[in-house]
């Protein structure tokens, strides 16, 4: 009947902003929950941010823990993402399985790509503080376009975390160059994402960084899906 004809799924792509919602709506709980974990890997060093008057030596130890746990913190959440973007549901016993398979991996090639993403940012700030405008101007040119690249380092990594970080870098600067447009778009809304995470701080905590991953990772399976898609002739 024509009516149940209409009515039946479709399987037409949707954007990844709104994919990304979809994915997050399907297990919303369990979602937060693994935000949430990631988030209090970042707790230590908050408190070394947040309290300066704690001893030195303690606030360099609570820097170093959350500085190390972050890259493995951030490829279970990534592998969260893809199995979600999947539709698998989640649960704990997955995450500590991505916790072992990308752990080592995690360390050797997603820490250098952050670390130096966080290293030009502190330059940049440093410059600014020095006063040297052309030095400034470089930075924070380099900044944005790291971070444009950033874009694709999660989702790459966790489709091949044997790729070392020269290549990892390599291919997501190889995806930006072939999709501006689209990784533009996803650029930006991470951006608003992540502000609105900032700005009511309970977003960042709960969801907003599984939401950027979701949305990450949706843009790179609708590219690959675009480049693996026979033309029609």
Known sequence: MPFLDDTSPRDEPRRPAWAAFATIADQVERLVVANVGWALVLAPGVVALGFPELAGWLRIVLGLVSATLLPLATAVLFGLA?????????????????ARELGAASLRTLAPLYGTFGVLVWAAVAATAAGLAPLVTVLTLAVLVWSVCATYWGPVFVADPALPPGRLAAEAA???????????????LTGVFLLVGVVSIAGLVLIVPMLVAVAQTHRLRDLRAVVSTPVSR
Not at 82 to 98: F, K, N, P, S, Y
Not at 174 to 188: A, I, N, Q, S, Y
């Open 82 to 98: 893809r199995e979600a973007c999947e539709g698998q549901h989640i649960d704990v016993g997955l995450a500590r399985e991505l």
């Open 174 to 188: 190889r995806l930006v160059w072939r999709h501006p447009e689209r990784t533009l778009g996803t650029w930006l």
